[in-house]
């Protein structure tokens, strides 16, 4: 069965278009999630992941739409890994079977981190930048 989860977080943004893409790419039900602030629960979100079933195929655009920090995704690839569920992704066209989901996990643990050096490279460099003007 495929599943698909359409989000915007902006009320100009056109969810239709990507519910329409969803049903391009056949899913049988679609999740649809409005988050116009930071608080917002992700509950159409939690209602997919919690209805999964085995061998089911889970559709979004962008990896982005899952996440509302960085660090979402592993917990969104977790379950779809226990599950035994597959992920397309319909941006990039990229298809990962639950064998192939660890992968994209180690993946995005990579960026993680890259992007946490960068955060401490810029703040070492802000650091000396502000002692070079004082002296």
Known sequence: MK???????????????????????????????????KGSGRIALRDLLEGLTENSTVVIERLSTISATMEAPLGFLDV???????????SSEKNYSWENLNQLKLIWNDLLKFREKSKSRRTLYGLSKRKKKNT
């Open 80 to 90: 779809l890994i226990d599950k035994k569920c597959s992920l397309l992704i319909t």
């Open 3 to 37: 599943v698909g989860y359409a989000m915007i977080r902006n009320p100009t943004d056109p969810l239709e278009d990507q519910i329409s893409s969803l049903k391009e790419y056949g899913c049988e039900m679609i999740y649809k999630e409005l988050i116009y602030d």
